[in-house]
């Protein structure tokens, strides 16, 4: 889909965000800086429309949906998925038959379904940007939100594919990875694969936190690694609300197979019988293994560097302007391990292996140790 070019790049000019959150308010950043010839009209309360004005998220506010869609070339529904599924017709009522419809919402059946009603010109597409994170709010926004995430379109049979390609070209400008996937594949895959996580990051710190009798006192003692697994039980639970009864039926089925795994592994355990446990393990370390390091979903492997750095005031900053110095970009970067009062260890990621080694050296004269 990244190869399609359908010379309207030109096309969207005017952008309507309805719901100037996290998402809506991250997409407005990126379209301000990336395309500037855009027009950005917000849609929120008046609080939040005039903070988003304030971050440079939006042109304009407008409290009045029927005027804010009037003219778009684009409107996107970046709301809580009840309130999308409220909107859709409302939209629908107030957008032109050219103007493209799409939405954010993290399940897609229900919302393509009742879209497919709406717009019977079949002007709307179904997206989900892969890249949310526990924050909320139009405080958390960042034009760098979409910066290589994977952003999921969801047309049906009939969408016009220009349309599709024309929706695909902006959001590779904000830098996104647009793929195709039908509605009911992606709630599948997003039930395992996103839902389920969560839902087991919640229980696993309750268990811990909570019900386990001596863990609960001792939280000070967990580790990294249940850190890691646990970041995304900070979420809050309006964000959820709408997804979990919406999805309940895929969430449902992909619960049970989790469950039965975790069935086995005790029944294993009772019996001491430890090759079963040791096949888990090198089938769960192989399948991991295939996955880009990268979370926000790279389409091509990226070349690695494991970076240390002391923990005073302005190292990291030393670090990111020597390689900006040198015009070396950063793909992506994560603090894969911390030492309080010592350092903690980065992973850098870059376009090629040649950046890589550029990266290393000039890293070295700044005083940085580094290992690939």
């Not at 005027?67 to 859709?88: C, E, N």
Request: glycine share 8%; with cysteine.
């Amino acid at each position: 889909m990244r190869k399609q070019q359908t010379g309207k790049r030109a096309g969207i000019e005017r952008v309507t965000i309805i719901g100037v959150g996290l998402i809506g308010g991250s997409l407005g950043l990126a379209i301000r800086q990336r395309v500037r010839s855009a027009h950005v009209v917000g849609v929120d309360r008046a609080e939040v429309l005039r903070r988003a004005l304030q971050r440079g998220s939006i042109d304009r506010g407008e409290p009045d949906i029927a005027k804010a869609v009037r003219g778009a070339d684009l409107v996107v529904l970046a709301t809580p998925l009840s309130t999308i599924l409220t909107l859709l017709p409302v939209v629908a009522r107030s957008a032109s038959p050219q103007t493209l419809v799409t939405d954010v919402g993290s399940v897609k059946s229900v919302v393509v379904k009742l879209a497919s009603k709406c717009f019977p010109g079949h002007n709307f597409i179904g997206g989900h940007p892969m890249a949310g994170v526990e924050l909320s709010g139009i405080e958390a926004a960042h034009p760098l939100l979409f910066e290589n995430a994977i952003y999921v379109l969801t047309p049906v049979e009939k969408t016009p594919r220009a349309y599709l390609y024309r929706l695909s070209d902006f959001l590779t400008r904000l830098g996104a990875r647009a793929i195709r996937l039908d509605a009911q594949t992606h709630d599948e895959v997003a039930s395992a694969a996103s839902h389920l996580p969560q839902l087991t990051a919640v229980a696993l710190m309750n268990v811990v936190g909570k019900r386990h009798r001596s863990a609960r006192n001792h939280l000070q003692l967990a580790a990294g690694g249940f850190r890691d697994l646990t970041r995304i039980a900070s979420s809050r639970f309006t964000i959820w609300s709408d997804i979990l009864p919406l999805n309940s039926g895929e969430i449902r089925k992909s619960v049970r197979l989790l469950i039965r795994e975790l069935e086995e592994y005790s029944q294993v355990l009772a019996s001491d019988e430890r090759l079963l446990l040791r096949r888990r393990f090198s089938s769960a370390r192989r399948l991991r293994n295939h996955i880009p390091k990268t979370m926000k979903g790279f389409l091509h492997p990226l070349a690695e560097l494991y970076v240390f750095v002391s923990d005073k005031p302005g190292m990291l900053a030393k670090l990111t302007s020597s390689l900006a110095k040198a015009k070396i970009n950063i793909k992506d970067i994560e603090l894969t391990k911390v030492r309080e009062g010592s350092g903690g260890t980065f992973r850098l990621a870059f376009e090629s292996k040649d950046q890589a080694k550029k990266a290393a050296r000039v890293l070295k004269r700044a005083g940085f140790e580094s290992s690939e």
